[in-house]
């Protein structure tokens, strides 16, 4: 069965760091492009950080400069470095893996409470 399993989500104070993990199964990361969304108490989901599948990198405007996305694809993961985090990147993370010409379109994760506070 695929799926996308995330990991490294945690209490940090505000200037720290935490990195994200989310490892997909064979197919999924091969065919499906990879993406970080978050969602906040009372707050709709919103995208975070991505790949397209031409491999470019795509960032919300609140993490830009703070946030990296990598991969590695020998281990079938994407991860999310996230630097200075402030209290309004407290959220549960997800990680998405899409693709529209696939049946299913979309895998989600878990997901991964990432609360910043001092």
């Known amino acids: 069965q695929e799926q996308l399993v995330e990991s490294g989500g945690g209490l940090v104070q505000p200037g720290g760091s935490l990195r994200l993990s989310c490892a997909a199964s064979?197919?999924?990361?091969?065919?499906?492009?990879m993406t970080w969304y978050r969602q906040a108490p009372g707050k709709q989901r919103e995208l975070v950080a991505g790949f397209t599948r031409a491999a470019s990198t795509n960032y919300a405007d609140s993490v830009k400069g703070r946030f990296t996305i990598s991969r590695d694809n020998a281990r079938n993961t994407v991860y999310l470095q996230m630097n200075n985090l402030k209290p309004e990147d407290t959220a549960v993370y997800y990680c998405?893996?899409?693709?529209?010409?696939?049946?299913?379109?979309?895998?989600w994760g878990q997901g991964t409470q990432v609360t910043v506070s001092s």
């Open positions: 064979d197919i999924i990361f091969k065919f499906y492009a």
């Open positions: 998405n893996a899409r693709n529209v010409a696939l049946m299913p379109n979309d895998y």
